[in-house]
C-alpha cells in the first residue's frame, strides 16, 4: 500500500522559515518523481516544485528562490525547505508521487498546514 505522510506544518511569522518532510512506503521511492503540491483557502490546488528521481529540481515561479526541494532516498523522505515565508504562502501542502505533470492522477498525501501570519 503506497502511503505519504507529511509532517513539519505549523505557524510562522512572515520571513520565517519551515522544513516540510513526507515520509513515504510502499513503493520504490527512490526511483519515482515526487512533488510538492498546496492548496491555499477558498482556492484549487497549485504546483509548487518537484523532483527528478536523478535529484534535477522544478519550482513554481511564486517559490523560486526561497523554497528547496530535496530527497533522502536512504530514508525515503521528501523535504521541502521554506524560507522567506510570506503570507501567500499559507495553504496546506501536499506531497504528491509523480513530477508536474502526473501528480494529479497520482497518489498524495493527507497534507500539511502551513500558515504565515504575524
Known amino acids: 500500500e503506497v502511503q505519504l505522510v507529511e509532517s513539519g506544518g505549523g505557524l510562522v511569522v512572515p520571513g520565517g522559515s519551515l522544513r516540510l518532510s513526507c515520509a513515504a512506503s510502499?513503493?520504490?521511492?527512490?526511483?519515482?518523481?515526487m512533488s510538492w503540491v498546496r492548496q491555499a483557502p477558498g482556492k484549487g490546488s497549485e504546483w509548487v516544485s518537484s523532483?527528478?528521481?536523478?535529484?534535477?529540481?522544478y519550482y513554481a515561479g511564486s517559490v523560486k528562490g526561497r523554497f528547496t526541494i530535496s530527497r533522502d532516498n536512504a530514508k525515503n523522505t521528501l523535504y521541502l525547505q521554506m524560507n522567506s515565508l510570506e503570507p501567500e504562502d499559507t495553504a496546506v501542502y501536499f506531497c504528491?508521487?509523480?513530477?508536474?505533470?502526473?501528480?494529479?492522477?497520482?497518489?498524495w498525501g493527507q497534507g500539511t498546514q502551513v500558515t504565515v501570519s504575524s
Open positions: 504528491a508521487r509523480g513530477n508536474r505533470w502526473s501528480y494529479a492522477n497520482d497518489y
Open positions: 510502499g513503493f520504490a521511492f527512490g526511483s519515482r518523481d
Open positions: 523532483i527528478s528521481s536523478g535529484g534535477s529540481t
